[in-house]
């Protein structure tokens, strides 16, 4: 089995930004996140998991956005980031060596079956977005699944899907360390 983290580990940055953009133009998108930096004001708000109170208040920009777009919004991300092609190739050699592929993110989870549609991916664990009569509400579900709450969702996996005679993991330190610390091989980009 190997773990894969997405923003950072398989692509070369975020993909938030490039989802939200897809959805309500690139320029808004850029004022969107403006507007969430600039509501961190003090140390202390800078302090405590500040990039995801950030991404909440990002995430707030798709309200109203119709489910089906969303979702399908995922596919038009696809060419617009930079993949990292190492990575890329170690995850398809682990797929033709019969190891379950997963991905782990933070990354909403309603884009990622249409981002990932051209690779062998098992499952995908990403952020769940509270939806409302066919729309986003641009609420999370759940606490944002990075860090703990990260590791905390893989272990849930792993409870369902295995165990496996041998893991490995894939991320960019240090939010993804507690995940890592649940594999055999960690492999840190």
């Given at each position: 089995?190997?773990?894969?983290?997405?923003?950072?580990?398989?692509?070369?940055?975020?993909?938030?930004?490039?989802?939200?953009?897809?959805l309500i133009g690139r320029?808004?998108?850029?004022a969107a996140f403006a507007r969430a930096l600039?509501?961190?004001?003090?140390?202390?708000?800078?302090?405590?998991d500040w990039r995801g109170r950030v991404k909440c208040a990002f995430l707030a920009n798709v309200a109203g956005v119709e489910t089906?777009?969303?979702?399908?919004?995922?596919?038009r991300v696809r060419d617009t980031i930079k993949w990292r092609a190492p990575i890329l190739d170690a995850l398809r050699a682990h797929a033709s060596l019969g190891h379950r592929i997963v991905v782990v993110t933070g990354a909403p989870q309603i884009y990622l079956p249409a981002l990932l549609a051209h690779l062998p991916i098992d499952a995908m664990?990403?952020?769940d977005l509270e939806e409302r009569d066919g729309r986003l509400t641009g609420n999370l579900t759940a606490p944002n699944p990075v860090r703990a709450a990260?590791?905390?969702r893989v272990e849930a996996w792993l409870a369902q899907n295995g165990p496996f005679a041998e893991?490995?993991?894939?991320?960019?330190?240090?939010?993804?360390?507690?995940?890592?610390?649940l594999v055999d091989h960690a492999i840190i980009v």
């Open positions: 089995m190997a773990l894969f983290d997405l923003d950072g580990t398989l692509t070369r940055g975020d993909t938030l930004f490039w989802w939200i953009a897809s320029p808004q998108a850029s600039g509501k961190l004001r003090t140390p202390n708000e800078m302090a405590a089906r777009r969303a979702a399908e919004a995922g596919a664990l990403g952020a990260k590791r905390a893991s490995w993991g894939y991320g960019n330190a240090p939010h993804d360390v507690p995940m890592l610390a």
